[in-house]
């Protein structure tokens, strides 16, 4: 049985620090250095020096998590963030546009206890590394906050929970931030016990699907078994056992997942007739030819298509081909281990069958260097310039894709869902005490 709790957040007094949208930040994994510094000269509070600190000249080891420490103590006690009198659900709404449409993605923000994964209804889909845990450890020890929520999907086609939370919501003020795409997020303060009843209620029985935050989540269960193990968790109702988790509901029509394209270099240049010699007994294959046009029909081939069994080629001759897959045999030979689902899908159809075996003879033994991409127009770029040697768009996963292979314990490869928009950080920050 999934629980989820309301809590007394932190939030930033909007009197103190001005515009929130000068203070929050985007997730630690999608800022690069460039995007760090635009975010400390923006707001002397902006959240991410308390999120993902930058190393300064001369620190000692984990000097980092230090200061983002001291920044989270003094901004509680210079009243820069204050607390929820109250435990509240958080509804946060993010309106945004993708490929001429506008979107709202609706959702709420919780505590949702931990489970250890395999155990109960809270369901991993991706792999983690133990870099970025290692990293998430230091300062979730350091600050003894969750200081962004997990994503977290749960099944309900009616949006039932969401729906009495915007209810409750329709009559309150709103916040309100816009990011660096021009993304719109709006977050409303539901304090009423009988909403929040109703919402636990409806959820109690609903598994949970991680979405984004697999490695903040992992690091939740390694702290909290840390405190266990030292005597320091304090019984079922601490804080520690929580995690702050966004919850969508699957039937939301705001919910989309993005394509991940990939871009190959470091390895010799394939041509068009190369790539069709290599897979051929694998695929029926179609040449678009070359430039952006080709490249705009052959996807709009693969995206109207809607199956995990199409793809799209760019080669270093600049030539588009598409391919649809005939040989569902061959991955039945391949990974015999996995399920049906997972060897259904385009990206392991791509990394194990044709990167890893089809074209490996041609590769030798050059290791591929894999760039992940989003956007049409970035390929196309990365073709022209010819920065890859092969472009590979790939047809998004899609709910049940992820529902089906994640309450089967299993973990898509790497990079097979992008939810867009991320989720704010400094939004709201979940305290394991008040002080």
């Known amino acids: 049985m999934v629980q989820i709790s309301p809590f007394r957040g932190w939030r930033y007094d909007l009197s103190q620090v001005g515009d929130l949208s000068d203070v929050v930040a985007p997730p630690y994994d999608v800022i690069d250095p460039a995007l760090q510094e635009s975010l400390y000269n923006l707001h002397p509070c902006n959240v991410v020096r308390l999120d993902f600190n930058r190393p300064e000249p001369g620190d000692e080891p984990d000097a980092c998590y230090v200061r983002a420490a001291e920044f989270w103590k003094h901004w509680r006690y210079d009243s820069v963030l204050f607390q929820e009198h109250e435990e509240s659900l958080y509804v946060y709404h993010q309106e945004f546009d993708w490929e001429g449409r506008t979107y709202v993605r609706r959702g709420f923000m919780a505590r949702l206890q931990l489970e250890e994964l395999g155990t109960g209804q809270i369901f991993p889909h991706e792999q983690t590394l133990s870099g970025p845990k290692v990293d998430r450890l230091k300062l979730l020890r350091a600050c003894r906050a969750n200081t962004s929520p997990i994503f977290g999907l749960y099944p309900d086609d009616h949006c039932d929970a969401q729906n009495l939370l915007d209810e409750a919501a329709h009559a309150l003020t709103s916040l309100e931030a816009r990011d660096g795409q021009g993304v719109r997020h709006r977050l409303w303060v539901v304090e009423s016990p009988d909403v929040i009843n109703q919402v636990r209620q409806l959820l109690a029985s609903k598994p949970v699907f991680i979405a984004d935050g697999h490695h903040r989540y992992e690091t939740a269960l390694n702290y909290r078994r840390e405190l266990a193990e030292a005597g320091r968790l304090s019984g079922p109702l601490a804080a520690e056992n929580f995690v702050m988790a966004q919850l969508v509901p699957m039937g939301d029509p705001g919910l989309i997942v993005l394509p991940t394209h990939r871009l190959i270099s470091g390895w010799p240049d394939l041509t068009a ?163």
């Open 273 to 435: 007739d190369q790539l069709k010699q290599a897979l051929q007994g694998h695929f029926e294959l179609e040449s678009f030819g070359t430039g952006p046009q080709a490249a705009a029909e052959v996807w709009e081939m693969v995206s109207q298509d809607g199956a995990q069994d199409v793809f799209a080629f760019g080669t270093s001759d600049g030539v588009w081909t598409y391919a649809r897959f005939t040989k569902p045999d061959a991955m039945n030979e391949l990974v015999p281990e996995k399920s049906p689902a997972w060897r259904d899908l385009a990206v392991s159809i791509l990394h194990k069958l044709v990167l890893e075996k089809l074209l490996q003879p041609h590769a030798g033994k050059a290791a591929p260097q894999i760039q992940y991409v989003h956007q049409l127009p970035e390929v196309v770029t990365a073709v022209t310039s010819k920065a890859c040697q092969l472009a590979c768009l790939v047809p998004p996963v899609s709910m049940t894709h992820v529902e089906l292979i994640a309450s089967g314990q299993e973990t898509m490869p790497p990079k097979s869902t992008y939810f867009y928009p991320k989720l704010l950080t400094g939004l709201v920050i979940n305290g394991h005490s008040s002080y």
